[in-house]
T-cell receptor, first 111, second 113 residues
Framework: TQLLEQSPQFLSIQEGENLTVYCNSS?????LQWYRQEPGEGPVLLVT?????EVKKLKRLTFQFGDARKDSSLHITAAQTGDTGLYLC???????????FGAGTRLTVKP | EAGVAQSPRYKIIEKRQSVAFWCNPI?????LYWYQQILGQGPKLLIQ????????DSQLPKDRFSAERLKGVDSTLKIQPAKLEDSAVYLC???????????FGNGTRLTVT
């Protein structure tokens, strides 16, 4: 069972569209990280969110950490084909600093 | 800075054979992780080292998997004997300290036939 539930599992959209993907848990995290993974490569860190309610922007990507620090969302504006990849969230446990990954959202942006 | 290096990139073995993977973390990174990523799933932590000591190996199938990190730098992960369900990408990651952003290698894709 996944500690972190990511949705949707798959998402296919046209270039220029907006999208939001979600990362939910019943556990509280000290921090949460978002990674993007492309085929044949390891995950690459996009952002770390730490404070409940925090919003971080990275160009066209907007990340939000829930007030209770149990969930997070990633919003992409005007998606580009280069955004295609597997988006993974990873939560750091309050208790023991362990980090666990969700199963990811596989995004395909079509030209 | 040089990234996390892993080898080999690909490995195909038959079930019941043995296999070993190697990882060289980023210089100065005290914490090293091995993850297993099965197709369609997120990475699952197998083992975490802090320097050359094991911090967490609760999800490592110890009857067949072993890992070591001699001298607190390079690490090897071994599977002996392999099963079909071990087919996956094995990712190594390192970080300066526990739980701050991880830097991943490109992984070793293992196929067990």
């Amino acid at each position: 069972t996944q500690l972190l539930e990511q949705s949707p599992q798959f998402l296919s959209i046209q270039e220029g569209e907006n999208l939001t993907v979600y990362c939910n848990s019943s556990s509280v995290f000290s921090s949460l990280q978002w990674y993007r993974q492309e085929p044949g490569e390891g995950p690459v860190l996009l952002v770390t969110v730490v404070t409940g309610g925090e919003v971080k922007k990275l160009k066209r990507l907007t990340f939000q950490f829930g007030d209770a620090r149990k969930d997070s969302s990633l919003h992409i504006t005007a998606a580009q084909t280069g955004d295609t990849g597997l988006y993974l969230c990873a939560g750091v446990s309050l208790n023991n600093n362990d980090m666990r990954f969700g199963a990811g959202t596989r995004l395909t942006v079509k030209p | 800075e040089a990234g996390v290096a892993q080898s080999p990139r690909y490995k195909i073995i038959e079930k019941r054979q043995s296999v070993a993977f190697w990882c060289n973390p980023i210089s100065g990174h005290a914490t090293l992780y091995w993850y297993q990523q099965i197709l369609g799933q997120g990475p699952k932590l197998l083992i975490q080292f802090q320097n050359n000591g094991v911090v967490d190996d609760s999800q490592l199938p110890k009857d067949r998997f072993s890992a070591e990190r001699l001298k607190g730098v390079d690490s090897t992960l071994k599977i002996q004997p392999a099963k079909l369900e071990d087919s996956a990408v094995y990712l190594c990651a390192s970080s300066l300290e526990r739980a701050i952003p991880l830097h991943f290698g490109n992984g070793t894709r293992l196929t067990v036939t």
